[in-house]
C-alpha cells in the first residue's frame, strides 16, 4: 500500500541553522510523484516541489534544496538559514493511482511543525 | 492565480444535523478533493471528483457523501452529524492531465460537532 512516513512530529530550530525534514515513501507504482506543501499558521497549504520518480536530480531553490533518492524511498527537505517566516506544518506527498487508472489522488505524511525561533 | 474558495472558515454544528461544506474553483480544474485534517494524522482524503457527476471514495468515505453537480463546485456533506467529525476540512482542485499537478487548496473549513 501507498505511505507516506514523516517521522518528525516537531523540529525547534534557532534562526539561521539549517534543518532537514525527512520523508520516507513506500510505493507499487513505477511511475509516482512526490510533493512537498507548507502550511503556515494561516492555515492554507502552499505547493514547494513537485518531483516524478524518473527525475532523481536534486533540487535548489533559494535557502530550500530537496534530496530525492530513490534508492532509500526518501525526498527530505532541507531550509538553510532557517527564518522565523519558515515556521510552519510541512507535509509531504506521494501520487497514487485511482481506481480508474489515473494518477490523479495525493496522499500525505501526518506532517512536520518547525518552530525557527528567533 | 488559482482560487480555491471554501464557503465558512468556521461552523459549530449540533450531533445530528445535517452539514453542508461548499467549495468553489476559478480555474476550470477537472478534480476537485476533500481532505480531512487531524493533528497527528496528517491529511486523509475522503472523496474527490474526477469530473461532473463522478465521485471516487477515498480513505475515509464513512459518514460523508459528496455532490459535483457543475464543474466548479464541489459539495461536502455530513449527512447526520457526530462528535467524531469535529476536524478541519481542506478542499483542493487540479487540472487533469496525463501527469498529476500541484493540488491548488482553500484555507480550510474548521467544524465543531457539539
Known amino acids: 500500500a501507498q505511505k507516506v512516513t514523516q517521522a518528525q512530529t516537531e523540529i525547534s530550530v534557532v534562526e539561521k541553522e539549517d534543518v532537514t525534514l525527512d520523508c520516507v515513501y513506500e510505493?507499487?507504482?513505477?511511475?509516482?510523484?512526490l510533493f512537498w506543501y507548507k502550511q503556515p499558521p494561516s492555515g492554507e497549504l502552499v505547493f514547494l516541489i513537485r518531483?516524478?520518480?524518473?527525475?532523481?536530480q536534486n533540487e535548489i531553490s533559494g535557502r530550500y534544496s530537496w534530496n530525492f533518492q530513490k534508492s532509500t524511498s526518501s525526498f527530505n527537505f532541507t531550509i538553510t538559514a532557517s527564518q522565523v517566516v519558515d515556521s510552519a506544518v510541512y507535509f509531504c506527498?506521494?501520487?497514487?493511482?485511482?481506481?480508474?487508472?489515473?494518477?490523479?489522488?495525493?496522499?500525505f505524511g501526518t506532517g512536520t511543525l518547525l518552530a525557527v525561533q528567533p | 492565480d488559482v482560487k480555491v474558495t471554501q464557503s465558512s472558515r468556521y461552523l459549530v454544528k449540533r450531533t445530528g444535523e445535517k452539514v453542508f461544506l461548499e467549495c468553489v474553483q476559478d480555474?476550470?480544474?477537472?478534480?476537485m478533493f476533500w481532505y480531512r485534517q487531524d493533528p497527528g494524522l496528517g491529511l486523509r482524503l475522503i472523496y474527490f471528483?474526477?469530473?461532473?457527476?463522478?465521485?471516487e471514495k477515498g480513505d475515509i468515505p464513512e459518514g460523508y457523501s459528496v455532490s459535483r453537480e457543475k464543474k466548479e463546485r464541489f459539495s461536502l456533506i455530513l449527512e447526520s452529524a457526530s462528535t467524531n467529525q469535529t476536524s478541519m476540512y481542506l478542499c483542493?482542485?487540479?487540472?487533469?492531465?496525463?501527469?498529476?499537478?500541484?493540488?491548488?487548496f482553500g484555507e480550510g473549513s474548521r467544524l465543531t460537532v457539539l
Open positions: 506527498a506521494l501520487s497514487e493511482v485511482s481506481t480508474g487508472g489515473a494518477t490523479n489522488k495525493l496522499i
Open positions: 471528483s474526477y469530473d461532473v457527476k463522478m465521485k
Open positions: 518531483r516524478n520518480s524518473f527525475d532523481e
Open positions: 483542493a482542485s487540479t487540472a487533469a492531465g496525463e501527469w498529476l499537478r500541484e493540488l491548488f
Open positions: 510505493t507499487r507504482d513505477t511511475t509516482y510523484y
Open positions: 480555474m476550470d480544474h477537472e478534480n
